[in-house]
């Protein structure tokens, strides 16, 4: 079975810090995963992505994250925050090795305020 | 282009009432899925269609019921509401169903049972 963990319900940061969203995986095979971004009243959007390669993602918005397989962990990264970042944040996993494995499996979200 | 349109935006059925959300894309995706979110658990996923004619259990089907209509639509029925069905539901669809695919999401219908 695949599994999110994203072990902050909360995380504050000043306007202009770097901010960091935490996020850990388990799965029995190689992970796909993912981070979506939720505003008030929306639908998710999708962030970026680890598939494969370079364990430095970017991605949309100025975004990125790393992948560290040691330790099962894809955290998300901005180095300067924005207010308009203020938002819900979920990271997601799929099995790469589970046929017919169509399960993306989501953590149950960060919400990040940044503080102007 | 809009993407993926779910109708209605807010609804609230009486307990053993019916309904169907509608949902549609226009990114000649092959991958549909519904979800629900409730606060705190993140989302689960109640159905999905691999591709058109098929669908598929997910994690939370109990209660559920689903139709793809074609390539486009993917409506998602409850057929006798209960209060344990509140939630935000969103339908999302995906190129295919490999494993790296994202997936793009609807804005979502906020269900209320009474």
């Known amino acids: 079975a695949q599994s999110v963990a994203q072990p902050e319900d909360q995380v504050n940061v000043a306007e202009g810090n770097p901010l960091t969203v935490k996020c850990t995986y388990s799965?029995?095979?190689?992970?796909?995963l993912f981070w979506y971004v939720q505003y008030p009243n929306r639908g998710l959007q999708f962030l970026l992505k680890?598939?494969?390669?370079?364990?430095l993602v970017k991605g949309s918005y100025g975004f990125e994250a790393e992948f560290n397989k040691s330790q099962t962990s894809f955290h998300l990264k901005k180095p300067s925050a924005l207010v308009s970042d203020s938002a819900l944040y979920f990271c997601?996993?799929?099995?790469?090795?589970?046929?017919?494995?169509?399960?993306?499996?989501f953590g149950k979200g960060t919400k990040l305020s940044v503080i102007p | 282009n809009a993407g993926v349109t779910q109708t209605p935006k807010f609804q609230v059925l009486k307990t053993g009432q019916s309904m169907t959300l509608q949902c549609a894309q226009d990114?000649?995706?092959?991958?549909m899925y519904w979800y629900r979110q409730d606060p705190g658990m993140g989302l689960r996923l109640i159905y999905y269609?691999?591709?058109?004619?098929?669908?598929d259990k997910g994690e939370v089907p109990n209660g559920y019921n689903v139709s793809r209509l074609n390539k486009r639509e993917f409506s998602l029925r409850l057929e006798s509401a209960a209060p344990s069905q509140t939630s935000v539901y969103f339908c999302?669809?995906?190129?295919?169903?490999?494993?790296?695919?994202?997936?793009?999401f609807g804005p979502g219908t906020r269900l209320t049972v009474l």
């Open positions: 999302a669809s995906s190129i295919g169903t490999n494993s790296y695919n994202e997936q793009f």
């Open positions: 799965v029995s095979g190689n992970p796909y």
């Open positions: 680890y598939i494969t390669g370079d364990n």
């Open positions: 997601a996993v799929r099995d790469f090795s589970g046929a017919g494995s169509y399960q993306l499996t």
């Open positions: 990114m000649n995706h092959n991958s």
């Open positions: 269609s691999a591709s058109e004619g098929t669908t």
